[in-house]
């Protein structure tokens, strides 16, 4: 059985900053991408990051450059997110998600398989 399990979420105030995780098991950890998604209330789930099976590549929103950062540690199955200069407009749920290797589409929702149940990030001014 797959579990993707996110925490680290909060409230912080704007300027701060946030490290989310993501704790894997059930599935070949090494070998997926692994990406984070965000959700604000009526609005579509948005990509946040993206990082390769390798590591090495990771890829990241407009929104989210210069401020985040995705890694993972695949002795620990974990993956992360740093977000700093964090902003009200960053008020979302944010969601950790697991799919096969390639590269295609790796911005999409509807191609990653595996779902965490999310954490709340919100960010107060």
Request: glycine letters at 12%.
């Amino acid at each position: 059985q797959v579990q993707l399990v996110e925490s680290g979420g909060g409230l912080v105030q704007a300027g701060g900053s946030l490290r989310l995780s993501c704790a894997a098991s059930g599935l070949p950890f090494s070998s997926v991408t692994l990406a984070w998604f965000r959700q604000a209330p009526g609005k579509e789930r948005e990509f946040v990051a993206v990082i390769l099976s390798s590591g090495d590549v990771a890829s990241y929103a407009d929104f989210v450059e210069g401020r985040g950062t995705i890694s993972r540690d695949n002795a620990k199955n974990t993956v992360y997110l740093q977000m700093n200069s964090l902003k009200p407009e960053d008020t979302a749920v944010y969601f950790c998600a697991a799919r096969g290797p390639g590269i295609a589409n790796l911005r999409r929702p509807v191609t990653y398989i595996y779902w965490g149940q999310g954490t709340q990030v919100t960010v107060s001014s």
